[in-house]
């Protein structure tokens, strides 16, 4: 069983349109996030839910929005989207305990906005 | 903010060792981290080490901490073909906050 899963792997859409990535993880961790790895590989943390609370957000457009029906499901709902929303999204969980963050990754969703 | 630095490239031949370098900003960081990612798939953590130790050694891996000048390195011994990838650096502070490096490009040539 895949422990932390996200589709869907690919995803080809044209400018303007609005899609939605989706992630489960069956750790029974507290803490999902999202992250973005640019082409250059760089990763930047976009959010982080806690028991289905939003706890960081970081500089990301309001065209992004998480959500989080439960504590194993946070999906990435992205609307207008744009060229620079091209990437690779990552979903990631975790069960923080005294400051260890040891994430677990999904595969990655790879955003090609055309 | 917190900063992580790490090369953004090395290339060692197999059989080699290969030692990844990293330097760290925050003072209150609690763990030190290295992930691996591989082409196509997700970062997979390696290997963790707690802010007051100074070393820990898991099979190939040895991870280097020095506290003192904030530089924490990865050691592979007997570099193989399977090790390229990209390896990212990561500390996480009191409320368990991770902050990535840039991610290192190994390249291990036959």
């Known amino acids: 069983d895949t422990a932390v899963s996200q589709t869907p792997k690919y995803l080809v859409t044209q400018m303007g349109n609005d899609k939605s990535i989706k992630c489960e993880q069956n750790l029974g961790h507290d803490t999902m996030y999202w992250y973005k790895q640019d082409s250059k590989k760089f990763l930047k943390i976009m959010f982080s839910y806690n028991n289905k609370e939003l706890i960081i957000n970081e500089t990301v457009p309001n065209r992004f929005s998480p959500k989080s029906p439960d504590k194993a499901h946070l999906n990435l709902h992205i609307n207008s989207l744009e060229l620079g929303d091209s990437a690779v999204y990552f979903c990631?969980?975790?069960?923080?305990?005294?400051?260890?963050?040891?994430?677990?990754f999904g595969s990655g969703t790879q955003l090609s906005v055309l | 903010g917190e900063d992580v630095e790490q090369s953004l490239f090395l290339s060692v031949r197999e059989g080699d060792s290969s030692v990844i370098n990293c330097t760290y900003t925050?003072?209150?960081?609690?763990?030190l981290y290295w992930y691996k990612q591989e082409p196509g798939a997700g970062l997979q953590l390696l290997t963790y080490i707690f802010s007051n130790m100074d070393m820990k050694q898991d099979q190939r891996l040895t991870v280097l901490l020095n506290k003192k000048d904030k530089h924490l390195s990865l050691r592979i011994a007997d570099t193989q073909t399977g090790d390229s990838a990209i390896y990212f650096c990561?500390?996480?502070?009191?409320?368990?906050?991770?902050?990535f490096g840039d991610g290192t490009t190994l390249t291990v040539k036959p």
């Open positions: 990561a500390e996480s502070d009191n409320a368990g906050k991770s902050t």
């Open positions: 990631a969980s975790s069960q923080v305990q005294m400051g260890n963050e040891k994430l677990f």
């Open positions: 925050d003072s209150s960081s609690t763990y």
